[in-house]
């Protein structure tokens, strides 16, 4: 139970520092914002957790536990980074989910969906997420990786490869 207190507890408190931070000076990029409060915070968790269990400190059940905060803290907060970055950008299944939501108990169909999503207005908007946040440049009409960006197109092909999944999804 203390360790889901502290995880949770940790989490709260990161949510309330990065939406104060975000508020405040509204930064260019807000995933770099979040991974940094969440780092922080989850190792303020972690040091607290293990002072307040400093007479256990020789037990090998004190390292697990500090095993299990450690995946919670990390999970979570990769569980919320994904979510955000889903809303903060209206992905495209967001903005599908939003409009059936809209449409109430009368729904939406196909052609609804259709007139609505245009591919260039979801393209534009992560072109635009993308040259914000250091993954590409753009010059001429011709857009080029960044180091970064390479960085993540080799990370995202590596991880396609390790769980066998075919090109594109």
Same mark, same amino acid.
């Given at each position: 139970?203390? *360790?889901l207190c502290f995880g949770l507890g940790a989490l709260l408190i990161a949510l309330i520092v990065q939406e104060e931070i975000v508020r405040v000076l509204n930064p260019r990029n807000? @995933?770099? *914002? *979040?991974?940094?409060? #969440?780092?922080?915070?989850s190792m303020l968790a972690l040091a607290?957790? @293990?002072w307040s269990s400093c007479e256990a400190i020789s037990c090998a059940g004190f390292w697990v536990d500090i095993l299990r905060l450690a995946l919670l803290l990390g999970s979570l907060s990769l569980a919320y980074i994904?979510? #955000?970055?889903? *809303? +903060? !950008? !209206?992905s495209p299944s967001m903005a599908m989910v939003k409009m059936a939501w809209q449409?109430? +108990?009368n729904g939406c169909g196909e052609a609804d969906f259709a007139r609505v999503m245009d591919d260039r207005l979801?393209? !534009?908007q992560r072109l635009e997420a993308m040259q914000r946040d250091g993954w590409i440049t753009e010059s001429d009409g011709s857009v080029t990786l960044t180091p970064l960006?390479?960085?993540w197109a080799k990370l995202f092909r590596r991880a396609q490869?390790?769980?066998r999944m075919d090109e594109g999804g």
């Open positions: 139970m203390k *360790i807000h @995933a770099l *914002i *979040i991974v940094g409060v #969440y780092g922080v915070c607290g957790f @293990a994904a979510v #955000y970055s889903a *809303i +903060e !950008d !209206d449409s109430g +108990e979801f393209l !534009d960006g390479t960085f490869l390790l769980l």
